[in-house]
């Protein structure tokens, strides 16, 4: 063997040792200096035979030149010899220079005539699977553009501790699968829903907000038809908490007539919501936790009807006119059905904000996901057991994402409730009558 051969032998387990190494100490410096140029070159070097195997090419006519001796060119009556044809060939879409991302890359395409985004999100498991890539989305940022987003490994698998909140209102609760961060942003999206079986992680995502909430000027309103067992340790920073449903009929009247002062507070300033008031005469906003939404409605004989009416037209109200007023909504549930009745309908109509972690019946993730893009239907019925915390989002920018909440356990809840109980207001100030103002006062202010 010759003394250039064993060296080559000698260096290359020390050079893998050395790629593996960097990969696990610096992945991102990896995947930009090595790992993202090598894939960007398959991309585009491949994209011709992944588009053909994947039925995103188009048949167009072009004129082809041949060498070959004795030609032949039919025009359907007689046969000529030619040497220039018009023969069909595939045409692939465009596609421009990817980009790398943090856990893969992006790349822009140009559809072909008659195509539209939804033949390519059919197509998202095919192209994955043709790269070898984790996974692949679909956006398009306008027409007669798509953009494929690729990442080469799950970015759900482990996630982050829980940081603080960046701005009132707004709580970062996990990881999106495309590595950015999951917000929930009550003054973009107030009112959400939160559906998901025993152990899938909707209670984990409630302890988020309540961390994420805690030290914020807000106030934390719970309804806890389990009796009290979810939120009671949580208790020193709520400022009102019914377990059962005859006290959420009373919290639910006292939320519509709190409700009603802010309608005359912004009538007499002349604003359409509360944030259009000053500062210093603005009233807390309210964040209502609502969990196994689905006993509100249930009922076991009739005399019960009347009180789940009451109930149900409450919530509804406040789901409705809330917004404008600063009352928000957090409803959770493990099942929610349209056997429950119409209430329960019209209050998902209100929610715009859906999430649905792992579910039982197809019933609880077509009530939840429903109205969204069908394939965030089937990916909500594919999250498997071990997977707890993930989800199916419907995102602000109008578009569905798996995610994955950040691990909070009851304990760090608890203690965050504990630590931030000075700022909880009580419920008797918050729904005392708001004073009078002198229009003056408000202009001046």
């Not at 140009?110 to 070898?132: C, K, M, N």
């Not at 690729?150 to 999106?176: S, Y």
Request: aromatic content about 8%; glycine content about 8%.
């Amino acid at each position: 063997m010759s003394d250039a051969l064993r060296l080559v032998l000698t260096a290359l387990p020390l050079v893998g040792i050395g790629l593996w190494a960097w990969c696990r100490r610096h992945h991102r410096s990896f995947w930009l200096l090595f790992g993202f140029p090598l894939a960007a070159l398959s991309a585009r070097a491949s994209w011709r035979r992944v588009a053909l195997g994947c039925g995103l090419t188009k048949k167009r006519q072009r004129w082809w030149f041949t060498l070959a001796p004795g030609a032949v060119a039919s025009t359907g009556l007689v046969k000529v010899r030619r040497r220039f044809q018009r023969v069909a060939v595939d045409t692939k879409p465009f596609m421009w220079l990817p980009l790398p991302t943090r856990y893969g890359w992006r790349v822009t395409l140009w559809t072909l005539e008659g195509q539209i985004p939804g033949d390519y999100a059919e197509a998202a498991e095919r192209l994955a699977h043709s790269w070898g890539v984790h996974a692949v989305r679909v956006s398009s940022p306008r027409p007669g553009r798509v953009v494929l987003m690729a990442t080469i490994r799950d970015p759900l698998v482990k996630v982050d501790q829980l940081p603080a909140g960046p701005e009132l209102l707004k709580v970062t609760v996990g990881r999106l699968e495309t590595g950015q961060p999951w917000m929930i942003d009550f003054r973009t999206v107030p009112h959400w829903m939160n559906a998901g079986a025993t152990q899938s992680g909707k209670s984990n995502l409630a302890n988020a907000l309540i961390v994420g909430l805690a030290p914020q000027p807000v106030a934390l309103v719970g309804f806890d038809l389990k009796g009290g067992v979810e939120f009671t340790p949580y208790g020193p920073r709520l400022s009102a908490l019914a377990t059962s449903r005859a006290e959420s009929v009373t919290l639910l009247d006292d939320l519509v007539a709190l409700m009603v002062d802010r309608m005359g507070l912004c009538r007499q300033a002349g604003a359409r919501n509360i944030w259009q008031l000053p500062a210093a005469m603005r009233p807390v906003p309210v964040v209502v936790l609502v969990d196994e939404l689905a006993e509100l409605y249930l009922m076991a004989d009739k005399s019960e009807k009347e009180e789940i009416a009451k109930t149900s037209t409450a919530l509804l109200r406040v789901a409705q006119l809330g917004r404008a007023f600063g009352i928000y909504l957090f409803c959770c549930g493990q099942r929610i059905g349209s056997d429950l009745g119409p209430g329960v309908t019209a209050l998902r109509a209100q929610c715009s904000g859906r999430i649905c972690h792992r579910v039982n019946d197809p019933e609880t993730a077509t009530m939840t996901l429903g109205d969204l893009d069908p394939a965030a239907l089937a990916s909500a019925r594919t999250i498997a057991a071990e997977t707890p915390g993930v989800a199916i989002v419907a995102g602000q920018d109008g578009q569905w994402y798996r995610a994955r909440s950040f691990y909070v356990s009851e304990a760090t809840a608890e203690h965050a409730a504990r630590a931030h109980a000075h700022l909880a207001p009580s419920w008797d100030e918050i729904t005392a009558h708001l004073p009078d103002y002198d229009p003056s006062e408000l202009l001046d202010a």
